[in-house]
């Protein structure tokens, strides 16, 4: 969106984050109505990113549009890398 649109990146990071939220949120709704809902798990993971998202936004709202967008950027590909690791895994 930064590069292809020219969106500010506060607003593209903004956005992907609440398009992660509902691909999220239907990706849980599907696992708990088959039983794939392990609360053990699932709900300190839930809190720990309630408390991560809310000190993250605190602390893009401080940082410049040029370190948001290479943080963003290096997270993403950190998890691309993590994702493709567990797929070669067959987790």
Avoid: E, Q, R, Y
Avoid at 20 to 31: C, E, H, Q, V
Wanted: aromatic share 4%; with cysteine.
């Amino acid at each position: 969106m930064v590069v292809g649109c020219g969106v500010p990146v506060k607003i593209a990071v903004g956005t992907a984050t609440a398009m992660i939220s509902a691909t999220a949120l239907t990706g849980f709704i599907g696992n708990a109505l088959h039983g794939g809902f392990d609360s053990s798990l699932g709900i300190p993971c839930g809190i720990v990113a309630i408390i991560g998202g809310l000190i993250g936004s605190k602390i893009a709202l401080k940082t410049k549009p040029k370190s948001l967008k290479t943080i963003s950027g290096i997270l993403t590909i950190v998890a691309s890398i993590v994702m493709f690791l567990n797929s070669m895994k067959g987790k």
